[in-house]
């Protein structure tokens, strides 16, 4: 199996070449668009802990909304389902309604994977924690085992000085009661998670937990229940690629998050994770590569959850 | 394992009594509206061809919606995936703005198995067969392995004559030219097949081929390749419960498809199909005894995809 | 005065010459695509009967959604206000959202000159009349004192062949309930009221009723009563121009209707009506030249009703 | 003429005493909630200078979205029409959707009279003016000739404090680039333009000039010129009312503008200003009193702009 594992993932390699230069690595904010469109990184690890790879697989990138699956997870590890009474958990549809959604939905973010639904798992950590930016920190670098893992400062600071649809967001939400903190102190925190680096080598080793059962293999430490990892699983499914879930789960068939830094992990519960990144996005907001080298995973693989 | 699905639907059984009298019967038919609104029937069939059943479970009922997939099913049989250029994948986000999420999308239906989907569907399926409603009939037959299954001509009829704002987006459908016949003759395939009649036991049967990669169990003959099966099991996961799809994944963790006569079907790739019957429907035009009779079967299991 | 309406006039045929070749006529149903795209009519009469024209202004042309007027007025004379409990008179805001301002509404047209409005006056009128297209054409006659004017059935035809989108209207109005009769021949008598021909004259000489409390200028028959004609001078302001209602007032000042087939009609309350044609339509479905010339007659009168 | 307005408002404040417990004081500001609810002042200005009035015609109120059209008059008397190419002059349909069709239309505000539009007029405002609270003052001192008017900080810091709503409003005009400045520095003039307080008489002297081409009557000042008077009341008539305008055209027929703190100002041109105030407001945000006395000064007038 080991050797099946290395040689698909070197099949894949070559197969996505051809896709280096299609699509577009992500403007909106300017410290973003300074990476070096090209690269490509995918790293697979197994429940036993084995691992195997190709590309820039142990390269840092900006994990952006991967980030949000780490705030829920550590939302949950505190507050348990009692979240979902601030957040929901059904797909969003096209995001061209994001905020007359939110209207018709009286405050309530459709899920936690939209930003909105992150800015409320936000205020419950800054409600819960002595000090939320360090702990969550401390959080991530413990599901990966990497205690190096630290924010980009001139990303949050970025985010912080031209993401003004997400302050707008921010105070939408507080006009709902659903934020219950200073919008600044939701927001700068908010910002800071999205702004994380780590490299594919990271991601698949801080998601083996989702694979898991709630336990991070490493050390057997409980994270999360049994039932609560199957919901936070269910979730990603079906809100992780923000307008693409479904061609995610159509052509995959697994559950994952994206970001637009151009990485995305996914996970065969009870198999493996692995984590993908190339800068350059689709239409859609997801790496082109990333998607294609997932489909062909699970094609050469022969089997999806599904 | 067998004698533990036994005692698994029997504990399910009592547990559900007490939201017998929960949620209320579609209404928006009379012909629907006629029901017994207390029956429950309860009918798993596992992939070696063994029958567990509760209730009424041979009973039949108007299956509505579920029979979406059987129109995709035989859709795609027939022209594999290049049906996904007239129709979606995505789910479909909440259910106040279908007709403006169309107009945004230029008249290509989010998915398959909302209501203009399916009209579309059943613009190909006219396209493609000699006799489109018998043929149709002879599928579901053919699946179930029942050759009783029949229309119920006056929830048919009923339907032709309420079911206004179904022929207003047939006809909001062929504006923008995704409707090829005329909308009579397509409107007639469509109201018929939600008509179908079927009991737990004949659904838990028909959908046995997506949990076998396909194949019908019983004849081994092969409906849908493996891709096919993969991508129509993430299709029900992702919109397969309208406004609820992220609930039923959430509580439930398995690809299946609600009707408003009161029907569920749900599947576990490679082990078993479930059918769960009870008339009363929560808000989101669900069953209440049959989404909570499948949360406590995947969580008396311990098993979900998830 | 009389010379100086004159004047005016002939001023502004030469000021919007350099116009002629902008727009685009109307191309979503093949019967008005055919008209010559260059020509261009204006007729203006004052109260006192005295007329003042330029180009095509005995010219036939397709009055569309002019016809939209003369049904209120029919439809006002015949039940009074009570038309207002089933139609709403606000402006409707961006056409992108008809479908779903409609659905928020519960089946209630914001105003009775957007197509979803006037059909619900077609329903009252075939509830009212004996012979509704018969009777509806004896009162555009009455009101223009034009005995020769009729429907253009190839346009009627044109419209019912490929007015797909009216059709889902008329049926999800129908769903709501706010549609009494058979959508069929509700939409037989909406078609055909759009498809009469009348020219800038017969235009001008058929709303003087609307700038004279009501009566008939010429025979003094009193249609509205003064309550009755100042709402109807509203509505026209606030909704007469699609998207372009608040641009019509801003530049023109005055009540009035536009139609895709390129004509314009306004009045100035006991003063004037005027009428333009000309078949090059702006981005908003109004005429090009018909704005401007409109624009230059209020700037160049020194007077609006503001 | 004099003895008949006299009469007239002597009538009308006998015939609207039924409704003085009808309707709600605006809550959404603690500020706002604390007045009298049964107040009610009415007064008429002449083009002439005469003065008529009822009630308590001279105590303050919050003027609240009035003094969007004194902002409106300031940028217009400032830049010109140049203020179009940043606001539209269009009615904005339902406020339902007011933040999807800020994102529909790249963050151009429909209106100048809606709070986004409001927003951009003080971001030019900021740029144009050395002191713009000082000079936003001074401005309305000069209309009204009442050199007393101020802000009330209680009500600005009160609007500061709770109006989550208008600062995400703000962020997301900053996202589409159509607030130039910061956020805080434009919602700071913002929120103290709402909270100047006046009397009906002083609301009644200060919209003289848009009855008289721009000019102040009292002093001969030319503030705006006749084209860009006529546009401003346009602008009135069709977006002054929240989403009631098109209701108050058809029963009142005249330009004007509400408030939530229960102000209503309307303008016959070229004949005279009249202001109501009465704090109990229907379920659209308009003043109960003050919309029924300007229906009944119209009707018993018998003369409106139609």
Redesign the interface.
């Known amino acids: 199996m080991s050797s099946r594992y290395s040689a698909i993932l070197h099949e894949i390699h070559t197969e996505i070449l051809p896709l280096q230069h299609h699509g577009t690595v992500a403007q909106y904010i300017p410290e973003l668009a300074k990476i070096d469109p090209n690269k490509f990184g995918m790293h697979l690890r197994t429940i036993e802990g084995n691992d195997f790879s190709v590309g820039n697989n142990e390269e840092l990138f900006s994990i952006q909304s991967i980030s949000k699956v780490f705030a829920l997870a550590y939302t949950v590890s505190l507050v348990g389902e009692t979240i979902f009474e601030r957040v929901?958990?059904?797909?969003?549809?096209?995001s061209?309604?994001s905020?007359?959604?939110l209207?018709?939905?009286k405050g309530i973010p459709?899920?936690p994977l939209i930003n909105a639904g992150a800015m409320v798992l936000c205020d419950v950590l800054i409600d819960k924690l002595r000090e939320p930016k360090d702990d969550m920190l401390a959080f991530v670098r413990k599901l990966s085992g990497n205690s190096g893992i630290t924010f980009n400062e001139r990303v949050a600071a970025s985010e912080k000085e031209f993401g003004?649809?997400n302050?707008?967001?921010?105070?939408?939400l507080?006009?709902f009661g659903n934020i219950h903190h200073n919008?600044d102190e939701v927001l700068d925190l908010y910002f800071h998670i999205c702004s994380i680096e780590m490299s594919c080598k990271d991601l698949a080793a801080s998601f083996l937990l989702f694979a898991n059962h709630g336990k991070i293999v490493s050390t057997g430490e409980s994270i999360l229940n049994?039932?609560q990892?199957?919901?936070l699983?269910?979730?990603m499914?079906?809100?992780g690629f923000y307008?693409?879930?479904?061609?995610f789960?159509?052509?995959v068939?697994l559950?994952g998050k994206s970001g637009v830094g151009g990485g995305i992990v996914a996970l065969h519960?009870h198999r493996y994770t692995v984590a993908t990144w190339g800068p350059r996005l689709n239409a859609k907001g997801n790496s082109v590569m990333g998607m294609k080298a997932l489909e062909l995973l699970t094609?050469k693989l022969?089997s999806?959850?599904?």
């Open positions: 929901g958990v059904e797909p969003s549809g096209s061209f309604n905020l007359v959604q209207e018709y939905e459709r899920n003004f649809r302050v707008a967001m921010a105070y939408f507080k006009s919008v049994k039932s990892t199957k919901r699983n269910a979730i499914q079906l809100c307008d693409e879930a479904g061609e789960s159509f052509t068939g559950p519960p094609t022969g999806s959850i599904f």
